[in-house]
């Protein structure tokens, strides 16, 4: 079993930033793909971000968090974040973190392993 947990998220002014982490609970972190989904109210569910497992790491964006959103990891701390630059209103979603053994396409979403997500307002 793995658990995952969010935190990080929060009420900010358009402009700003947020850092949101992922802490992964059981064994094998390293080797897992980590993904940041959103969902905003009304809206269908879309991945934000991906990085890989293992020794070769690749990233995934959605064209809205390219330059300004930056996924990474620490596999020392089992935590993977997602730092969120110059925010905009439509930004305003629930963050989940999700894993699996692979990444596969930044829209699969057939990802084993969820956490309970948290809450990200930017306001105008």
């Known amino acids: 079993q793995v658990h995952l947990a969010e935190s990080g998220g929060g009420s900010v002014q358009a402009g700003g930033s947020l850092t949101l982490s992922c802490v992964v609970s059981?064994?094998?972190?390293?080797?897992?793909?980590m993904k940041w989904f959103r969902q905003a109210p009304g809206k269908e569910r879309e991945g934000v971000a991906q990085?890989?497992?293992?020794?070769?790491?690749?990233?995934d964006y959605a064209d809205f968090a390219k330059g300004r959103f930056t996924i990474s990891r620490d596999n020392t701390k089992n935590t993977a974040y997602l730092q969120m630059n110059r925010l905009k209103p439509e930004d305003t979603a629930m963050y989940y973190c999700?894993?699996?053994?692979?990444?596969?396409?930044?829209?699969?979403?057939?990802?084993?392993?969820w956490g309970q997500g948290t809450q990200v307002n930017v306001s105008s």
């Open positions: 990085i890989s497992g293992g020794s070769s790491t690749y990233y």
């Open positions: 059981g064994d094998g972190f390293s080797r897992r793909c």
């Open positions: 999700a894993t699996d053994e692979w990444c596969g396409t930044l829209a699969n979403a057939n990802f084993p392993y």
